[in-house]
């Protein structure tokens, strides 16, 4: 093994920089040179590689974003491609090989969600050496107890919680704060519990209107004439359809953000008469500096996964398991989304002090 490549693939998340950085670092002290893959399968395909040495790193610590560019759009096995002066989409897998072979890459290690997983597997069956780095905020990837980027997420939340109370309480009104998470809860139930909410609404239980009503009305009744809402952007009233697709791409089925919030708003205005105000956190939870859980944690991926070049392991993911760094078949990853189990330890405990899940 001389040469590595690294890519950041789907959408960003606090913490990208810290695991290059660190691939870069760990990589160097070994005598392995790096390579960077600009916009994630998109340069992949196109070949758009860079040289990565101690100083492009330098600094990129604290960044939030990535510094290799990410797409959550290109997907090489179905690579949108024109033919004829129209797209189509064209399995350019091969050419990614070809790439990586003239540029003397040995192995690659993709950072990534869900979709960049999928991708790197059928790479990695194709029989390249692949490895993959588990990111993404809504902390639903299998196999790993967490993901970088998600507890930065979490903060940012519970900060924007936090803002919401004072003015709530001025006002007498229902706050209602749509966090992402399209398929699973996960930033919603640790935001809502750090942040003190009233109410929690996860994709994983679709909700009663008339029991977040009466939550509100109660509270009301014992004084307290505001109430703080977080509701994850997957979450679904009980009666709509819940469907929880397999993903192939990343970004196949985009959730369209602020739907949920405002429906639930004006829900709870029209048919209870509750004056409710939504605010929809959106992409401020994908932006910005990981806090120090998300940077070790996402430095210990990145070196976990140049130890996993050199001891020639691959088509695995770096992963979490208590307090230590593992390595897990890449499939087991992504076979499944990880959801909020209905016995999860913190929802019991959302419940036991009385916070209403909608159920
Ligand atoms: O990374 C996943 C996610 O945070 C989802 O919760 C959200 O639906 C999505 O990204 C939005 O991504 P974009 O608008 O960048 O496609």
Redesign the pocket.
């Known amino acids: 093994m001389n040469k590595i490549a690294v890519l950041t693939g ?2 960003d998340c606090p913490g990208l920089n810290a695991v290059i950085r660190a691939v870069v670092r760990s990589a160097n002290q070994y005598g392995l040179e790096v390579l960077g893959i600009k916009d994630g399968f998109h340069g992949a395909v196109e070949g758009d590689f860079i040289p990565l040495s101690l100083a492009d790193v330098s600094g990129i610590l604290p960044r939030g974003g990535t510094i290799l560019g990410t797409t ?1 759009r290109d997907n090489p096995f179905q690579y949108i491609t024109k033919v004829n002066g129209v797209d189509q989409p064209l399995d350019r897998s091969e050419d990614v090989l070809e790439n990586l072979k003239e540029a003397g890459v040995d192995a690659l290690l993709a950072i990534g ?1 869900d979709g960049s997983l999928n991708i790197s597997l059928k790479f990695a069956d194709k029989g390249f050496p692949v490895i993959g780095i588990p990111k ?3 902390n639903d990837l299998m196999a790993t107890d967490q993901t970088f980027g998600f507890q930065t997420a979490v903060e940012t939340a519970q900060e924007a919680l936090d803002r919401l109370h004072t003015t709530a309480e001025s006002h007498h009104r229902v706050m209602i704060l749509e966090v ?3 398929y699973a809860g996960w930033i919603a139930l640790y935001a809502g519990v750090a942040g003190g909410a009233d109410v929690i609404l996860i994709p994983e239980i679709p909700y009663n209107l008339s029991r977040i009503a009466y939550s509100v009305q109660q509270r009301a009744k014992q004084g307290k004439k505001f109430s703080i809402i977080v509701v994850a ?1 997957g979450a679904k009233p009980s009666g709509g359809e819940m469907v929880v697709e397999r993903l192939f791409s990343d ?1 196949s089925d ?2 369209k953000l602020g739907g949920i919030g405002s429906k639930l708003g004006d829900d709870l205005e029209k048919h209870f008469g509750l004056e409710t105000r939504v605010t929809v956190l959106g ?1 401020l939870q ?1 932006g910005g500096s990981p806090n120090s859980y998300d940077r070790v944690l996402a430095s210990r991926y990145g070196v976990a996964a140049v130890d996993a070049v050199l001891e020639g392991k691959f088509g695995i993911m770096v992963a979490l398991q208590g307090r230590e760094i593992v390595q897990v078949p890449l499939h087991q990853a992504v076979d499944q989304l990880k959801l909020v189990p209905l016995n999860d330890p913190l929802l019991i405990t959302a419940r036991a002090m009385g916070i209403e899940m909608g159920d």
Do not use: A, K, S
């Open positions: 789907g959408g959550n969600g993404t905020i809504d992402m998470g399209r952007e970004r985009p959730v992409h994908r």
